[in-house]
């Protein structure tokens, strides 16, 4: 069992004079944990709910044993979620959860949840087909870009998108509709996508031109789509991912040489212009396919390589900020690593077609510990709201502050600004039983085409004791825990109630919903066991 999250709420005053929540989650060996899916064929992507869930695609028709075609949720244990089983019919190559619980899905295939949906879909919650969004890529979806607006940048090899002509480039509105305004057309795949602050689309793929003129696999976008003429590092073979630090700086990754002039192999990094960082050079031997960005400034680095910086590194391997290899990260798998996603905890999930991870037994799917703690705090002092950001807490962007007095409706998002370590507000003039959330934006996957958001909740402390109450699911006890919003409970058990002073520690939970269930699928074939749920403070 993994080590649990541990969280600590505190009140430094009456009302919300002051809140403060904070989450410290202990440094581990890059060993797998006991999360073990067991898919039969490649898990090419995958992105995390606000609830804990963890939805994976890829080419898979087998999860855990039961069918599963290429797409599924598991629990944070590793668990299938038997309640979703949406389906596609061919390879699913993104995933992006969206705030509002919906999940948008790209790839190759021409039927997603038992419907017509050609490369690009948006599921319901539970799994269903949304018929409102039906953009109908003619090809395939490789990647897409999700605007502060709710635009929707997507990339891929099609012809049409939105029923009118576009190259493999172009820009939906948020309910799925074509925009019009924007289309600049590359003459092959675009693979990969990353926003700049200033609105910047940074494109990366095996093109030769992009709207029309010569860039070599990599180029940038204006807003409205026009190309940036001064953005121009000309890589000499694919780029297969792009990945955006707190910095400003690019991430780039492929099968190139070169770029921009100088000697990268497979690896290098540009500033927000395009121009090459000649410090920065680890290279790698073979292809690189995802990074994952970590709130320390580290690189963790995926794809088929077996030698990262000039040292050993069988296709997964972590990059200090100034590119050197991490001595203290080597996992290793046996076969190609596609994706990386990083949990709120710093856990890392990895997905590929491999067997082995980390020296254990993986198929395809497995999430490591990592050698680093995780920090992170949230705290409001009445009208400055601060989200600190460290360790190997997963690096955020686009950081919204917003609010809620009933634990339902979340209102008055605001835009947070990034300072040293973190993002803040100042300002602010909220209700005194307001519960507060911050929210950041994150991707990774297959050639960092996926996306989610992580986030954390402060709230008011109150007098209310949690309520609990227990049913059945799948033959596991389903625990509906009643309490407050954004405070941290501990699930305990016991087998015995005459041995009430040996309570067992299950989990933590921070609530992000009231009431918010809790599934022990550990419990196996136990005969009987009583539960408690109490305050974590």
Do not use: H
């Not at 690896?267 to 050079?281: S, T």
């Not at 292809?287 to 963790?300: E, T």
């Not at 710093?346 to 703690?373: A, E, Y």
């Amino acid at each position: 069992m993994r080590d649990p999250i541990r969280l600590r709420v505190s009140n430094l005053g009456p009302a919300m004079a002051s809140l403060a929540a904070s989450l410290v989650c202990q440094a581990q060996s890059p060993t797998p944990d006991a999360f073990n899916p067991d898919a039969n064929s490649t898990v090419a992507c995958s992105a995390f709910q606000a609830d804990g869930k963890i939805l994976l695609g890829g080419s898979f028709t087998l999860l855990g044993g039961q069918s599963r075609n290429r797409i599924a949720r598991v629990n944070g244990d590793g668990s299938l979620d038997t309640s979703f089983n949406p389906g596609a019919n061919g390879n699913v190559y993104l995933l992006a959860a969206q705030a509002d619980g919906k999940i948008l899905v790209g790839g190759a295939f021409t039927v997603l949840g038992g419907q017509a949906c050609s490369a690009l879909g948006r599921l319901d919650a539970d799994g269903t087909l949304d018929f409102t969004f039906n953009p109908q890529a003619s090809g395939t979806v490789d990647c897409l870009a999700t605007q502060p607006d709710g635009k929707i940048v997507v990339g891929g090899f099609f012809s049409t998108l939105g029923g009118q002509a576009r190259t493999n480039i172009g820009r939906l509105n948020a309910d799925g509709t074509l925009d019009g305004t924007f289309n600049p057309s590359a003459n092959n795949t675009v693979y990969s996508l990353a926003l700049q602050d200033d609105g910047g689309i940074v494109v990366g793929g095996s093109f030769a031109s992009l709207n029309g003129q010569p860039r070599n696999c990599i180029g940038r976008l204006k807003v409205e789509g026009s190309l940036d003429t001064v953005f121009d590092p000309q890589a000499s073979g694919f780029v297969n991912t792009l990945c955006m630090q707190a910095d400003g700086k690019i991430l780039i990754g492929g099968e190139f040489e070169s770029l921009g002039g100088y000697s990268r192999r497979r690896l290098a990094r540009v500033d927000a212009d395009g121009n090459v960082d000649p410090d920065f050079d680890p290279g790698a031997d073979a292809s690189v396919y995802s990074f994952a960005v970590q709130a320390d400034n580290r690189i963790l680095v995926s794809g088929a390589f077996r030698m990262l910086g000039g040292q050993t590194r069988n296709r997964i391997g972590r990059l200090e900020a100034n590119g050197r290899v991490d001595t203290t990260f080597d996992p290793a798998a046996n076969e190609t690593v596609f994706s990386l996603a990083l949990q709120r905890d710093g856990g890392i999930l990895v997905g590929g077609l491999f067997g082995t991870l980390g020296g254990r037994t993986r198929s395809s799917v497995g999430r490591l510990s990592n050698t680093d703690p995780a920090t992170e705090s949230l705290t409001f002092d009445g009208s400055t709201l601060t989200w600190l950001r460290g360790g190997a807490s997963p690096e955020v962007s686009r950081v919204s502050f917003d609010s809620t007095t009933n634990g339902a409706r979340w209102i008055g998002e605001s835009r947070a600004t990034r300072i040293a370590g973190g993002w803040q507000k100042t300002g602010l003039s909220l209700p005194t039983n307001a519960t507060i959330r911050a929210l950041g934006f994150v991707n990774g996957g297959l050639e960092n085409g996926s996306s989610w958001y992580v986030e954390s909740i402060v709230g008011p402390a109150t007098t209310n004791q949690p309520a609990l109450s227990i049913s059945q699911s799948s033959g596991s006890p389903l625990l509906r825990i009643v309490a407050d919003v954004g405070r941290p409970y501990a699930v305990e058990y016991v087998s015995n109630l005459a041995s009430s002073n040996a309570w067992q520690f299950l989990n933590s939970l921070l609530l992000t919903n009231n009431p918010q269930n809790y599934l022990d699928s550990s419990a196996g074939s136990t005969a009987r066991r009583f539960y408690r749920v109490r305050l974590n403070q």
